[in-house]
């Protein structure tokens, strides 16, 4: 389908696009504030510090492992009929908590959920694909990830206030599952080549060009959701707060600056290449989790929350963007896939580096600001990445 083709029915399929994709990053999101209530809950379970972390991560692991199947299976028989199953099954496991009191079974529903919710980012990706190429493309991923973040902002808000008196109520927000479900139903059609991968060989993807966005995804997830697993602890131990509504309110500081960071996508990847957009967004995670690590104060907190958005606003759609940029079609699912996998194996691991490096270093804040040096590192080596293209277009260039 070309771009003009797609322009008439854009503004439906991007409301769409946006519900499904907010709810199925839910559970990596939105339940950050309640961990400490729901951890002291539980508090006479072994090792309950961990399986509470878990209970936020472990839609990752699974979401990690389901994804490149999920992408085959698109690829293979399209991506409608997958994304409305998924989202249902989404919404029903991830309201479950709300009426479960044992942790165990908690934790259950939690991997059920991962595998519909790794299903649901590889199909809505690749249907982006689907339907728009190139710079339209890339406006429609930053639009899509800037209406993910208003929603993050609205939803983490939410999950605080409505948890102050019960931390299973904010379970309750995967409810928003069903509005998503209804959008996908109404407006999301399947395009003329959806299966077009079902007709055409395998085609191997072209893992050296895809490595940089690949590991620009683990790393970034791995950023953000550190600092939001990390954030409510860090608050009190530092004496500031031990609210849920409050760590719901400055986390979604650090939702402002990924919302402005995504929403500026399209603009910035006209002006600079990934691979120096890259760089820059480590560079900004460095200043976020270094002010996040030194400064006793809420403002140097917030300052730090708000670059840390800021430097991992783009990460999803750079990675996206690269990733689909550098495939044929027959291959967007299994490539989206991968990408998933990078994607929610960084989501998974950011909560549970948390934790092996607050026991390690004693307390959240040498934690987040080891993670600093590791995102320094990461800067170098994009911006040693990005030179050595930009030596290689030239060499190119002169030689044609």
């Avoid at 490595?211 to 683990?218: E, H, I, R």
């Avoid at 530092?238 to 979604?252: E, K, V």
């Avoid at 030179?387 to 002169?398: C, M």
Wanted: one cysteine or more; aromatic letters at 10%; a positive charge.
């Amino acid at each position: 389908m070309t771009d003009e083709a797609a322009s008439a029915n854009e503004p439906l399929y991007l409301g769409a696009a946006a519900a499904i994709i907010t709810a199925s990053i839910l559970p990596t999101i939105t339940i950050t504030p309640i961990l400490p209530k729901m951890q002291a809950y539980f508090t006479g379970v072994p090792q309950v510090d961990l399986l509470a972390q878990l209970i936020y991560a472990l839609p990752a692991l699974l979401s990690m492992l389901a994804a490149p199947y999920a992408g085959y299976i698109g690829d293979r028989f399209g991506r409608r009929e997958i994304v409305i199953v998924s989202c249902v099954c989404a919404t029903i496991l991830g309201v479950a908590p709300y009426f479960l009191d044992s942790i165990w079974l908690i934790i259950a529903s939690r991997a059920l959920l991962g595998v519909f919710q790794g299903t649901l980012i590889v199909c809505t990706s690749a249907l982006i694909a689907d339907y728009f190429i190139k710079r339209k493309r890339e406006r429609v991923l930053s639009l899509k990830f800037g209406v993910v973040g208003i929603a993050n902002i609205a939803l983490l808000i939410a999950v605080g206030y409505i948890s102050i008196n019960n931390w299973r109520n904010g379970f309750l927000l995967y409810l928003f599952g069903v509005l998503a479900t209804l959008l996908v139903i109404l407006y999301i059609k399947t395009p003329p080549h959806a299966r077009l991968a079902a007709r055409q060989e395998k085609i191997p993807l072209p893992w050296r060009r895809l490595f940089a966005p690949y590991l620009g995804a683990f790393l970034g997830s791995a950023s953000f959701t550190m600092l939001f697993s990390q954030l409510p602890f860090l608050l009190q131990i530092r004496g500031i707060s031990s609210s849920p509504a409050f760590a719901g309110n400055l986390t979604s500081v650090t939702s402002v600056g990924m919302l402005i960071a995504a929403f500026s996508y399209a603009t910035l990847i006209r002006r600079i290449s990934a691979m120096t957009l890259w760089s820059m967004s480590f560079g900004l995670v460095t200043l976020g989790f270094a002010a996040l690590s030194l400064s006793p104060q809420l403002a140097g907190i917030i300052a730090g929350g708000f670059l840390s958005g800021l430097g991992t606003g783009t990460v999803m759609p750079n990675s996206l963007n690269m990733v689909l940029g550098r495939v044929p079609a027959a291959a967007r699912g299994r490539a989206t896939g991968v990408q998933t996998t990078c994607f929610f194996l960084g989501v998974f691991a950011g909560p549970m580096l948390g934790v092996v490096l607050s026991r390690a270093l004693g307390a959240p804040s040498p934690a987040l600001g080891a993670w600093g040096i590791v995102a320094a590192c990461t800067c170098m080596v994009y911006l040693i990445l990005s030179r050595r293209e930009a030596g290689q277009s030239a060499a190119n260039a002169s030689s044609v």
